[in-house]
């Protein structure tokens, strides 16, 4: 426990020098703690040293861990890609949904599972690197998808979200970030309703000093906290 309580008291403490280089207030940037391959044990002891908001990347593995974890007021996030075919457990299970990518997939989501007056809150996902590996929509297509899914009545876009390429050297992702911050301007600039672009989730554990410097909003951290994965 002790090791973990440190770990997420550093990240906080990256996370505030980064605000400090840009002035930007610590408050506006959001952790979220990927708890992939995480034991649920030791994602109670991360809630424990304090941390609220969580990440997975699997819908098969939320469901399987949940049950253990279902008496903490976590919030969810799911931030790996979603097949429509899972969209309707995805929507129980997940209080944000941050790779939203297709239309397909938006019309799933916004018919399955959703009551009366829900709105879930999701982001697009944008493949900036143009990688065949990587799931998102490429950049030229989300100004096209966020006015369909302005139209879906269950789903609030909020934002935009990314994976860039990697890099050993994080200043090298720098360029990504700041093509989704303007990104998100251009589709702001559009007035859609049920469409604001107030959030960016960018950042993980080697890079979020340089995402926050560019605007992050929300940093998906998993190793710097909860150490390498097996
Ligand atoms: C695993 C993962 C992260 C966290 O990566 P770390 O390098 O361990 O911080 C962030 N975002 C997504 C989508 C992931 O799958």
Redo the contacts with the bound molecule.
């Keep these: 426990m002790g090791d973990l309580a440190d770990r997420v008291a550093k990240v906080h403490e990256r996370i505030s020098a980064a605000c400090r280089r840009v002035g930007r207030r610590p408050e506006d940037v959001k952790l979220i703690a990927?708890s992939?391959t995480v034991p649920p044990e030791r994602i109670r002891q991360a809630y424990e040293a304090g941390l609220r908001d969580f990440g997975e990347?699997r819908v098969q593995e939320a469901e399987a861990k949940r049950p253990a974890l279902s008496d903490l007021a976590v919030t969810w996030h799911l931030?790996?890609h979603l097949q429509t075919n899972k969209a309707k457990p995805a929507r129980d299970l997940f209080h944000w949904i941050h790779s939203v990518d297709s239309q397909r997939l938006a019309e799933k989501l916004d018919k399955v599972g959703a009551r009366p007056g829900d709105r879930l809150p999701v982001l697009l996902e944008v493949n900036l690197g143009e990688e065949a590996a990587k799931s998102g929509a490429r950049q030229d297509e989300v100004p096209r998808l966020a006015e369909a899914l302005s139209r879906l009545e269950t789903l609030e876009v909020r934002g935009l979200m990314v994976?860039p390429p990697f890099f050993d050297d994080a200043e090298r992702t720098r360029p990504y970030f700041r093509r989704l911050r303007e990104l998100a301007g251009d589709v702001a600039a559009k007035n859609l309703p049920g469409v604001s672009m107030q959030e960016l989730s960018m950042g993980?554990?080697?890079d979020f000093e340089v995402a926050i410097e560019e605007g992050a909003t929300m940093v998906?951290?998993?190793?710097?906290i909860f150490g390498p994965r097996s």
């Excluded at 998906?220 to 710097?224: I, M, P, Q």
């Design positions: 990927i992939k990347n931030v790996g994976m993980m554990s080697h998906r951290v998993g190793t710097a």
